[in-house]
């Protein structure tokens, strides 16, 4: 079946550092792609997605890439700000029944100033 | 613009109780879901209505989980006799229709159970 596999965390960085958060995934056809947020004490948003490969969705100075050849996804920021410290989670769309997202286990992100 | 909202955000009960979660999607939103989150998860799909319409349950939803959304708009997500292994945030997201597969899902903050 689907599946997502992320990078365990917490990820700790410095402010300015570069982020990378590792996501790969399992599933049939073209699914769409996506990389929700959740801020402390908030409900999961949206971060930004991808529907085909080699799209490029980008968001908050946030980039991630659909890889069909290597069924990834990966997050990236070049100088993260404090205000960056969520949990992330990377999640797929399955290509023949959209109405069902599969995520992955989130990745905690602290950002020291 | 009101967004996904859930109550009661948290609910704590003993083991063998029934409870009962509310969600009011986005107005505008014919679609509804429901997901379980536990500790260090990501979300788990539940179930999913199309306006009234429950379209898909998950293995996941046993029978003591039942849930409704009788007029389209608001939904409920009932559980009897629970078990702490039901212990869990519950989201509810919403969306709206698209033909694309590029559907977002909207979450409200969640509503955790936690049993005694």
């Known amino acids: 079946g689907d599946s997502v596999t992320q990078m365990e965390g917490p990820v700790t960085l410095s402010e300015e550092a570069f982020l990378t958060i590792n996501c790969t995934y399992t599933?049939?056809?073209?699914?769409?792609l996506f990389w929700y947020v959740q801020y402390p004490g908030e409900g999961l948003q949206l971060l930004l997605k991808?529907?085909?490969?080699?799209d490029k969705g980008s968001n908050k100075g946030f980039e991630a890439t659909y890889r069909k050849e290597t069924t990834s996804f990966h997050l990236e920021k070049g100088s993260v700000q404090v205000s960056d410290s969520a949990v992330y989670f990377c999640a797929l769309s399955d290509a023949y029944n959209f109405n069902k997202f599969y995520f992955g286990s989130g990745t905690k992100l602290n950002v020291k100033p | 613009d009101t967004g996904v909202s859930q109550n009661p955000r948290h609910k704590i009960t003993k083991r063998g109780q029934n409870v009962t979660f509310r969600c009011d999607p986005i107005?505008?939103?014919?679609?509804l879901y429901w997901y379980r989150q536990t500790l260090g998860q990501g979300p788990e799909f539940l179930t999913y209505?199309?306006?009234?319409?429950?379209?898909?349950k998950s293995r996941l939803l046993s029978d003591r989980f039942s849930a409704e959304r009788p007029k389209g708009s608001f939904s409920t997500l009932e559980i009897q006799r629970t078990e702490q292994g039901d212990s869990a945030m519950y989201l509810c997201?919403?969306?709206?229709?698209?033909?694309?597969?590029?559907?977002?899902?909207?979450f409200g903050e969640g509503s955790r159970l936690t049993v005694l």
């Open positions: 991808a529907t085909k490969a080699d």
């Open positions: 209505f199309q306006n009234e319409a429950q379209l898909e």
């Open positions: 107005s505008e939103h014919n679609r």
């Open positions: 997201a919403s969306s709206p229709f698209t033909a694309a597969n590029t559907g977002e899902l909207f």
């Open positions: 599933a049939t056809g073209y699914p769409s």
